[in-house]
């Protein structure tokens, strides 16, 4: 019986694996650079946490989530609920008044699979909790910008306002109004949702829906007083740091736990797959969570499956870093001391394949090749004799083949 991979959960196989290394090192210096530390947190988590912070009438509540009833424990979909838990529970808020961190792994959503859709997928988190400036939204959309463009990946930035606590709710009434009256015309989903979750109405997919909505009054014109500076210290801010962006009045993301700012980053070149990254802020949540009072937060999450896509579309090679040294031991003493020099040069610092089945000589040289070593050495009979074998460079055929003494501080300095 042959067992394949869950649908939807999939193995990133070398070959494959360097791009999505190089986008892992570009970000993590990117990241640093803007000073954010790392948290690494469990991928399960009690169900409650999700269905109190994402909310109950969210796409990835009612029919995303990966639970196990028995155990009311769920495997995470996201990755803020887990971070604010984390924060909460080490009181980090007490060790710095802003914690500035990332976190980078797998979520896991039950939805269909597609090119760009995975059910196991992966995410590079960003967060920034216990500041309510507006100065720090636009600095982290300007790094994840910045992030892009270090990629070579071209993506248009998408903006909007949720409006807080004191004007969403008169919003949400203008909204339902609106909404209610041309109920009949929506989809059975938005008919549900414009009760239990209204504002979900303005993105939902369906064109029926879409045309519907086309004049639905928008929330930024609804916002109070402090709402409003804060979102043009946003633009104000992005503007100085020179980022691009379209406000879109009917972006309102998928989760519960937003206010003000929330921004989409999209790309023309994935299809249906089009946010590449997407965030916002959500300043009640950590004290929903049971955290201090008053606190704030933003973040952003990048769908690394999608960025990896649009890498390879671009056509961003990642060679294979390689061995530095093959050493290919002949018969069963050359083998012997292949073996204990091998062992020697990586207690050096210095990585080595070799064969251990006593393959011939032409066998071994083309896992040389395939090991992309950058040196060769062979040790057969008249190199035992000798003392003395010859290093071959596999990358440069110009370079002649150099004798060297077989002990393993005359090959390390050879190589080196
Ligand atoms: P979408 O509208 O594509 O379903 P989303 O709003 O559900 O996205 P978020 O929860 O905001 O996505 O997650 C942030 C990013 O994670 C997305 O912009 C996307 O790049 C990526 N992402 C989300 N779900 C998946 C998935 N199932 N497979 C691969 N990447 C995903
Ligand atoms: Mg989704």
């Known amino acids: 019986m ?18 999505w290394q190089y986008l892992e090192e570009k970000a993590r210096r990117v990241f640093e650079r803007f000073n954010f530390a790392e948290i690494r947190l469990p991928l399960l988590e009690e169900t409650q946490l999700f269905a109190r912070s994402i909310g109950e009438a969210t796409d990835i509540v009612e029919k995303e989530m990966y639970t196990f009833v028995d155990k009311q424990v769920t495997l995470r ?37 597609q090119k760009g859709r995975l059910r196991q997928f992966h995410q590079m988190d960003v967060e920034v909790l216990g500041s309510q400036s507006p100065r720090v939204d636009s600095e ?48 059975s989903d938005c008919q549900r949702r414009s009760e239990t979750n209204p504002l979900r ?12 909505i086309v004049d639905a009054p928008s929330i930024l014109e609804h916002l109070c007083d402090d709402c409003s500076e804060h979102f043009n210290t946003v633009q104000d801010g992005l ?52 955290g201090p009072k008053d606190s704030h937060g933003i973040g ?3 769908g690394m499956e999608r960025l990896v896509l649009l890498l390879e579309q671009q056509k961003t090679v990642v060679e294979p870093s390689g061995v530095d040294l093959f050493i290919a031991g002949i ?16 207690a050096q610092g210095i990585s080595i394949g070799m064969d251990h089945e006593g393959r011939s000589l032409k066998a071994q040289m083309k896992l040389a090749n395939k090991d992309f070593a950058k040196f060769a050495l062979i040790i057969g009979d008249s190199e035992l004799e000798s003392g003395v074998g010859v290093v071959k460079n596999m990358r440069d055929r110009d370079a002649g083949p150099q004798e060297v003494k077989l002990t393993v501080e005359a090959i390390a300095a050879t190589i080196g």
């Not at 042959?2 to 791009?19: H, M, Q, R, Y």
């Not at 803020?80 to 914690?99: C, F, M, N």
């Not at 992030?147 to 004191?166: D, H, K, R």
């Not at 962006?245 to 003000?260: A, E, I, P, S």
């Open 2 to 19: 042959k067992i394949k991979a869950l649908k939807g959960f999939k193995d990133i196989v070398p070959g494959e694996v360097e791009l």
């Open 77 to 113: 979909p996201e990755a803020t609920a887990s971070l604010i838990r984390a924060y909460i529970e080490h009181g980090l808020y007490v060790q710095k008044p802003v914690q500035r961190l990332f976190t980078i792994g797998p979520m896991f959503r039950h939805e269909r699979p």
């Open 140 to 187: 982290l959309i300007a790094m994840a910008s910045l992030l892009f463009t270090e990629l070579g990946i071209n993506v248009s930035l998408e903006l909007n306002s949720l409006g807080c606590p004191a004007c969403r709710p008169k919003y949400r009434e203008t909204l339902v109004a609106y909404v209610n009256e041309r109920k009949d015309a929506l989809c």
């Open 201 to 212: 109405v303005l993105d939902c997919k369906v064109q029926a829906c879409k045309e519907q």
């Open 239 to 290: 503007n100085q740091l020179g980022v691009k962006y379209t406000l879109n009045k009917f972006m309102v993301r998928g989760l519960d736990y937003y206010c003000r700012t929330t921004f989409e980053f999209i790309t023309a070149d994935l299809g249906a797959q089009a946010a590449v990254a997407a965030g916002g802020r959500y300043d009640g949540l950590i004290e929903t969570l049971g």
């Open 300 to 302: 952003f999450a990048m």
């Open 331 to 346: 018969g069963e003493e050359g083998a012997r001391l292949a073996y204990g020099l091998a062992h020697g040069l990586r």
